[in-house]
C-alpha cells in the first residue's frame, strides 16, 4: 500500500468483514476514512450505527482519523448524502471503496434478476455516481 497521508477514502459496507480490513488498511497507511455502514443482518434488514463507529473507534485508537456514517449506499439520495458527509468532514474524497453487499443465499440458478441486482449493482452504482457528479472528488471508484 503506498503512503495515503491526505488522502481521504470512503469506504462502503466498512462496519465488519472485508470493508472493515479495508479501512484500516487504508487509515494504517495514512488515509482519512469515512468508515459507511447500514449495519443491517445479513440479509440487509434494519440499521445500525455501531458496527461503523466500532471501526471507527479502532483506526482512532491507533492514532487515525475515520468518520462513521450509516448511508445505505443502495439508495442514490443516501449515497449523496454519503459523499456531500466526506466532503464537509475532510474537504475531499479520493478512493472510493464500493464494498458493500449483501448476501443471498443462493444458486445462481435460483437466484433472481432482482436478487442480483440487490446484492450488488445497487451498492456500487450510487455511489460511484455520486462522487463523478462532484468535482472536489479527485481519483478512482474500486
Ligand atoms: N466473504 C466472501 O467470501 C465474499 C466473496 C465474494 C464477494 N464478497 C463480497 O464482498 C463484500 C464484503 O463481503 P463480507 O464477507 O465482508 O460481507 P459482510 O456481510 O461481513 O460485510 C458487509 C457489510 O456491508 C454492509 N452493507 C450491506 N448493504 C449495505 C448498504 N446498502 N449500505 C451500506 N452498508 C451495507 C453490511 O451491514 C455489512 O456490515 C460483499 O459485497 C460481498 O458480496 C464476499
Redesign the pocket.
Known sequence: MPNLTGKVAIV??A?????RAHALALAEAGARVVV?????S?A?QGNDLT?AQQVVEEIERAGGEAAANG????DFAQAGELIETALGTFGRVDILVN?????RDKSFASSPSTSRDT?HRR?TRPPTGASARRPATTSAAA
Open positions: 462502503t459496507g462496519g465488519r468483514g472485508i470493508g459507511n455502514d447500514l449495519g443491517g445479513l440487509g458496527p448511508a445505505n449506499v443502495a464494498n458493500a453487499g449483501i448476501l446484492s451498492g
